[in-house]
């Protein structure tokens, strides 16, 4: 099952919408924002994974 969040960059100020995975193992893992690199978010040995899915619609 999968949901979905948004997460603004701290450092340019993009957002992105993240999928949301809930696993079945732990994970640790981060997220990269796609404009700057800055990574917008980080896990560690959570039984989730997140992976950018593109930029909310306007
Ligand atoms: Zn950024």
New binding site residues.
């Given amino acids: 099952m999968t949901t979905e969040t948004t997460k603004t960059?701290?450092?340019?100020?993009?957002t992105s919408v993240l999928v949301v995975w809930q696993l079945g193992h732990k994970d640790t893992d981060s997220v990269a924002?796609?404009?700057?690199?800055?990574i917008?978010i980080e896990w560690k040995k959570e039984p989730i994974s997140y992976f950018v899915k593109g930029s909310p619609k306007s």
């Fill in positions: 960059c701290k450092k340019c100020g993009h924002c796609p404009k700057c690199h800055e917008l």
